[in-house]
């Protein structure tokens, strides 16, 4: 009976190899073609369309003006679909047309314009689409729409007298000035596009204007198990993502489970890169829709609704992000409400998120996630963000963020808000000015470098808290401040007066605050009559970042940092970390083990009495490289 059984599951499987096929897409291809490598398709799309469960699609040199929406997903781990490039070569996708034959206008030196037919849009003009959604703060109005001149964005104007004779734009991505912009006019015929391109002229460069949504997004649900590797993702008209809305960027997974999104290059989104978010049917952009409730409310209405669509383990989330370099979009790198419950996000480069500064609002991060269950997101680098590098918003319970490297963000690195805990703090090193922002309980901050202040707020908003290891909600409750754990972290002071350095402010807190094992350097300060160990006050070991050409990136000292490794605490576990007073949960991973800090920020093993900060085997060196790429486990 045996070998029966044996000789069916040996057939099953090669039935399975059998059947599983590989699709080819060439620029050099037709839709007419069957996609073998001597008859690839043109399109990446007709090959999604015809891709099943264990099949590959391998895309060649070339660039695809396209919007991949697949109509199947994989069935399980091991019976995928993936989606890659061709060993060697470099697909892009693009959410944009090329647009030639500008005409120079009179009126104003480097002034063009274009006008485009509505048809060249198709069914989506995104020059007369408003950005648009929930928590989005501007006085003024912008559209999704944007143009590119050689891979850089321009700048929308608000008028055409104002590309006429524009004003210098200083922002964190031009500090110098810039003054190239464009204003778009629609009419029922035709999109007049204006452009000031200053000395430059566009028919002798690239210039690109954005057409689509989004590059890869299947419409329908559902669809898992799909791996997106090694593609070039750009300048997709991609609408704003409130955590109350479909979150669309220009990868984005649509309610689904267990993708991968691996080893790509994520440039010049409107608004985000990659969304790992919710589905529209259970609310989209309700704050601003129906303002019989406040935003708070409104939320609390969406996450059980999709509670009652399936948030669960089983149908959503538990997706890969790992090993992409994402720059140049103006809302988030990655985000993502409540689909990125149980996912991995590690090994990702994410800058320049919101430097073009013009409009704001409560949901843009580098890494900006909701319902953060279980999610463990590690060994990032994250640096020249408009507002916050990673920033996780409700429920982030179990959540896990271990061993990023932050630097040069603008308000924060770090923001914690409305979350009862667990969630683990770890090996993190933090150099922006401001390091902290959080208004949570049940915090475990270990072994981090915390170079820049703290600050606390006050939160009355009712906000849920799970069944362990669950998006099932267990309660509804205030945060009341505190609860938190502090060991092992190494605090440094700054220059800013205004600014709170260390511990000192949560003396107010109203549940208790654990702290041993810290060390306070250059002014930082411990919790008012609390032993926490060590304070060096005058010790300033002015640490900064450096940069090199080759994307390698440098911790530097003033002084040797093998001067800190005298400075010993205890280990950490979840018998130490105890058990959160609200949920009632203790400190686990996510497989229900207990929780056991037994590395170091480069995946050192810690010693029975480790060095505090992130980093366990202090060299006597003044420079040491903490970024050449994540090369982990991929």
Not at 69 to 91: F, Q
Not at 469 to 498: A, C, L, Q
Request: glycine share 8%; charged share 25%; proline share 4%.
């Amino acid at each position: 009976m045996k070998k029966v059984l044996c000789l069916i599951s040996i057939f099953c499987l090669c039935g399975n190899v059998l059947s599983a096929k590989e699709y080819h897409v060439s620029v050099k291809g037709s839709d007419a073609d069957n996609g073998d490598i001597s008859s690839p398709f043109k399109t990446i799309n007709r090959a999604a369309q015809q891709a099943l469960p264990g099949d590959t699609v391998t895309v060649h040199d070339g660039t695809y003006r396209e919007w991949v929406n697949p109509l199947s997903g994989g069935e399980r781990e091991g019976k995928r679909i993936l989606y890659r490039v061709a060993e060697g070569e470099k697909a892009e996708i693009k959410g944009s047309e090329l647009v030639t034959n500008w005409k120079k206008e009179k009126k104003a030196k480097g002034v063009w314009k274009v006008v485009l037919p509505n048809s060249f849009f198709g069914n989506y003009n995104p020059f007369n689409d408003r950005l648009y959604g929930d928590w989005l703060w501007s006085e003024r109005i912008h559209h999704t729409g944007d143009v590119y001149l050689n891979d850089v964005s321009l700048y929308e104007e608000f008028s055409l007298d104002k590309v006429f004779a524009p004003d210098t734009l200083r922002t964190i991505r031009d500090p110098q000035g810039c003054t190239n912009v464009w204003f778009a006019e629609v009419d029922a015929d035709n999109t007049t596009i204006y452009a000031n391109f200053g000395t430059v002229d566009p028919n002798k460069e690239t210039v690109e204007v954005s057409v689509r949504p989004t590059c890869f997004y299947p419409t329908r649900e559902g669809l898992d198990y799909i791996t997106i590797r090694g593609f070039h993702v750009s300048q997709a008209a991609t609408q704003w993502a409130a955590p109350t809305a479909e979150q669309v960027g220009m990868i984005a997974t649509h309610w689904c489970k267990g993708w991968i999104i691996e080893n790509n290059v994520i440039k010049n989104s409107r608004a985000n890169g990659i969304t790992l978010g919710k589905e529209r049917s259970s609310g989209h952009n309700l704050e601003c829709n129906d303002k019989r409730l406040d935003g708070t409310l409104h939320y609390v209405e969406v996450i059980f609704n999709t509670l009652r669509r399936g948030w669960s383990k089983d149908n959503v989330g538990s997706h890969i992000v790992r090993n992409n370099i994402i720059s140049d979009c103006e809302q988030t790198g990655i985000c993502g409400s409540m689909g990125a419950a149980f996912s991995e996000i590690y090994g990702n480069h994410i800058y320049n998120i919101l430097v073009k500064q013009q409009f704001g609002g409560a949901e843009m991060a580098g890494i900006k996630l909701h319902g953060a269950i279980d999610t463990y997101i590690h060994h990032n680098r994250i640096h020249k963000t408009g507002q916050y590098g990673i920033w996780l918003d409700w429920m982030a319970q179990g959540a896990r963020v271990s061993s990023n490297l932050l630097y040069n963000n603008l308000i924060q690195d770090l923001f914690f808000e409305v979350s009862h805990g667990p969630y683990v703090v770890d090996n993190n090193i933090s150099l922006s000015p401001r390091t902290i922002q959080e208004n949570t309980d049940g915090g475990a901050y270990l072994h981090n470098l915390f170079s820049g202040d703290i600050n606390r707020l006050d939160d009355q908003r009712y906000t849920p808290y799970h069944l362990n290891h669950s998006t099932e909600v267990k309660g509804i409750r205030t945060i009341t401040e505190g609860d938190h754990r502090f060991f092992n972290n190494i605090f440094i002071g700054g220059d800013n007066s205004k600014l709170k350095y260390g511990m000192i402010v949560f003396d107010v807190s109203q549940r208790p605050i654990y702290a041993e094992n810290n060390l306070f350097l250059n002014g930082s300060l411990p919790m008012t009559n609390k032993t926490q160990d060590w304070v060096e006050k005058t010790v300033n070991p002015k640490l900064r970042v450096e940069e090199t050409p080759e994307g390698e990136v440098y911790l530097v000292s003033d002084i040797s940092l093998q001067e800190l490794s005298s400075f010993k605490g205890k280990s950490i576990d979840a018998d130490r970390l105890g058990i959160t007073q609200l949920t009632g949960f203790p400190f686990e991973n996510p497989d229900g083990t207990p929780f056991k800090l037994e590395k170091d920020f480069f995946g050192n093993e810690r010693s029975a009495s480790p060095i505090v900060g992130p980093i366990e085997k202090l060299a006597s060196s003044k420079r040491i490289k903490v970024w050449s790429g994540y090369t982990g486990k991929n």
